[in-house]
């Protein structure tokens, strides 16, 4: 159960994080410990570029730093996941405000999944600026060389359908995943890598948004 920290305890790790391992063949048994400076290294790849608005920068900043705390209170791992699709939100509605000749977004903007549409169907992001997609295909790829043809010649890698078949499974889960955060039923929270890989495509979809060129490999 959460309880509110103990002052003498603030900055000490949240216990949950021993259970988060990290393979290493030097290591006995193969695996050992993540630290926290490795969780800072995580964020510390997701920065986003210039390019991409001040005020979006800052707020995913935030939402970066909410993440790394999760190695003292557990729970921040989740409400940073949160944090990024409202990241994800604001930046839309900019992008959005620029393409209709406005400064700044309107007061009341579209839902995150008309928006969310709205870039793929103009095509402002693609699997191919998406790193977890890039990896999938990388597998996918990797399983055809291994393994008989005749396994998986039946089974076309579900993400060449379309540029943008991991685009639209994040269309169909982003959306729901921001309600189940704004509109809980009961407190719940996840674990730390479904949050980093919620973060991690948030900010591949940003840097599309607003036409940076790097993509991270």
Known sequence: METLKELNKLTEPDPRNDFTIAMDPS????????????????????????????????????TRTLWLYGWFYWSFYTLAGFHAILCLDMALAIRIAREEGMPNPPAKTPPLQEMLKRAIESNWITDKGIAHARHLHDRWTQICVEVPEETYETSPDPLEESPQRYCRILLETLPGQRNSFAHPKHYWHGVPDSSYLIIENVHDLIQQLFHDEVVRS
Do not use: D, I, N, W
Not at 31 to 59: C, D, G, N, W
């Open 27 to 62: 290591a006995p048994g193969g695996y050992r410990r993540l630290t926290v400076a490795e969780r800072h290294r995580q964020m510390a790849r997701l920065e986003l570029s210039e390019s991409v608005p001040e005020t979006v920068r800052k707020a995913f900043a935030v």
